[in-house]
């Protein structure tokens, strides 16, 4: 607190001056009342951070968590196993170099969104313990147009939708799959296009609609919204639109999400016999938002 001066005023010429004042009595303030920090409970902070909560927290702070694993405990994110609510433990996550003088895809120095990293590195990871699908893994990790068409149900939707990626500018394919240990199947298809705005116009105008994906993919005939997909896990700069088959669904459960995120569309794919669980197939889709934003 700043000690205010007192104020003078000479007194007028034809007036005697005041007589003298006693001397003041200095008053002491009243002492500063230190509140004592308030103990976090821990137990507490760790409960919000569990899976359930997880989703709002990426709703908030977008990439920065997924990149903040390093500093964060196993046991506080989403993408590492904790209890046993079916969800599978990944790797740590961290985002490939940019080359040199390169912007990052939503920097308002690239108005393109363009990413221009290598888009093999910005495949997820597989989790622990399980098995790569090599058919995935291409030439030199780049996937053929035709074995990317090949997910795809009925030869009409692959033949008018290889006519429109070509018509788009179709640049790059790149794909990962694995088996997981209870027998859950992934494939992830990131598609790379000239720009975002290329991105954009395909997605709106030839893959998805409102309840369902405009192409149906093999055994999965009939999908509509995923209605279990947690509405608050938006990652900032990425959009999801994730489906599922309803029961009867034969064999197996189909669980698809196409993803855009700038100049790339992303396709995650989840199969199962007996029925796809849903934490893993929205831990996953997460987890690869997270890597495209």
Do not use: C
Request: aromatic share 6%.
């Amino acid at each position: 607190m700043t000690e205010q001066q007192p104020i003078t005023t000479a007194p007028p010429a034809d007036v005697p001056p005041m007589p003298e004042a006693p001397p003041a009595v200095a008053v002491e303030p009243p002492p500063v009342v230190v509140e004592p920090p308030v103990k976090k409970d821990r137990r507490v902070l760790r409960a919000v951070l569990r899976w359930t909560a997880a989703v709002v927290v990426l709703a908030a702070v977008g990439s920065s968590t997924a990149y903040g694993i390093t500093r964060m405990e196993r046991t506080d994110v989403p993408g590492l196993a904790t209890e046993a609510d079916g969800r599978w433990t990944y790797p740590e996550i961290t985002k490939p170099p940019l080359p040199s003088g390169s912007p990052a895809p939503f920097a308002q120095a690239n108005p393109a969104s363009v990413h221009h990293a290598d888009l093999r590195a910005l495949l997820l990871p597989a989790p622990k313990g399980a098995k790569a699908d090599k058919a995935l893994a291409g030439r030199d990790g780049w996937l053929a147009k035709k074995d990317f068409l090949s997910v795809y149900g009925s030869e009409e939707d692959r033949d008018d939708l290889g006519q429109v990626l070509t018509d788009h500018g179709l640049r790059h394919v790149a794909a990962r799959g694995w088996t997981a240990q209870d027998g859950t199947r992934t494939r992830i298809y990131l598609l790379q296009f000239d720009s975002g705005q290329v991105a954009d116009v395909l997605q709106q105008d030839h893959l998805t609609s409102y309840d369902s994906p405009n192409h149906a993919l093999r055994g999965a005939a009939e999908v509509h919204t995923d209605e279990e997909f947690p509405s608050e896990a938006v990652v900032m700069n990425v959009r999801h639109y994730s489906y599922t088959e309803s029961k009867p669904y034969g064999a197996e459960q189909v669980r698809q999400a196409y993803l855009v995120s700038g100049d790339v569309v992303g396709l995650v794919v989840q199969s199962r016999k007996g029925g796809a669980a849903a934490v893993p197939f929205q831990q996953t889709v997460i987890l690869q938002s997270q890597l495209l934003d």
